[in-house]
């Protein structure tokens, strides 16, 4: 399985914001730096994340980007499953045209795999994906002391 550029961006932001909370708010372009990537996408994804309620957008000057809750309560199998599209065939929706669809054994084996993926991230919070901070913050945030 793999996931979507959405889903991997999302995740980043959620880990550089839980190791930026005692800093002031995190604008999209500093994200956007820190990893290299687009601040288009960035732009994109906080505003999932802020609609998902994961993140808040703070408005005006000195405004940014900041977790909406404890890091410790956000769910890394959560969050895949709200930005990510978990239908891996055809036949996971609703309006299935495959004959074989009733009997079919290869959509309950890949159903399966598909929720024990889904099974381990949910071990795992936001708050386990920082535990090395400071080698992170060395990383994503040169100027932090």
């Not at 940014?64 to 891996?88: M, Y």
């Not at 045209?97 to 399966?112: F, M, Y």
Request: contains cysteine; neutral net charge; charged residues 20%.
């Amino acid at each position: 399985m793999q996931l979507t550029t959405h889903t991997d961006y999302s995740l980043r932001l959620l880990i550089y914001l839980g190791l930026s909370r005692d800093k002031a708010p995190a604008t999209v372009q500093e994200i956007a730096l820190s990893y290299g990537i687009s601040a288009n996408h960035i732009a994109k994804v906080a505003q999932t994340l802020t609609r998902l309620g994961y993140v808040k957008s703070l408005r005006g000057r000195g405004g940014g980007l900041v977790l909406a809750g404890d890091p410790e309560r956000i769910s890394v199998g959560e969050v895949v499953r709200q930005t990510e599209n978990l239908k891996l065939l055809e036949c996971f929706g609703e309006n299935s045209s495959c004959p074989i669809d009733p009997a079919c054994t290869l959509k309950k084996v890949l159903g399966r795999a598909q929720e024990a993926f889904l099974q381990v991230l949910d071990g795992y919070t936001l708050a386990e994906l920082i535990t090395n901070d400071t080698e992170l913050r060395s990383l994503l945030l040169p100027t932090s002391t």
